[in-house]
Nanobody, 115 residues
């Protein structure tokens, strides 16, 4: 199992940027495709970005061109650079494996986009 600690969230105005970090600990990290998920109030958790062990990336249409996922296998850390943020990006953001079976969820980090 792997434990996740997400950080970097906060309150930002529309059009602003944030960089999220997810530190993993406890087990092997590098072979797995990792993802960033988000859950907005009243909605299901959704996968918004994924990155393979080799660095190939994939994005949900709603964030494509605005978000960039990256990883540092030595540090066991996944990042999400979020630019041109919109109100609809407001959610709690989590990281986890992008493929089943996923591991236990961390506490997430709250991102609020509001003027």
């Amino acid at each position: 199992q792997v434990q996740f600690v997400e950080s970097g969230g906060g309150l930002v105005q529309p059009g602003g940027s944030l960089r999220l970090s997810c530190a993993a600990s406890g087990s092997i990290f590098s072979p797995y495709t990792m993802g960033w998920y988000r859950q907005a109030p009243g909605k299901q958790r959704e996968l918004v970005a994924a990155i393979t062990s080799g660095g190939s990336t994939n994005y949900a249409d709603s964030v494509k061109g605005r978000f960039t996922i990256s990883r540092d296998n030595h540090k066991k850390t996944v990042y999400l650079q979020m630019n041109s943020l919109k109100a609809e990006d407001t959610a709690v953001y989590y990281c986890n494996k992008a493929t089943s079976p996923i591991w236990a969820w961390g506490q997430g980090t709250q991102v609020t986009v509001s003027s």
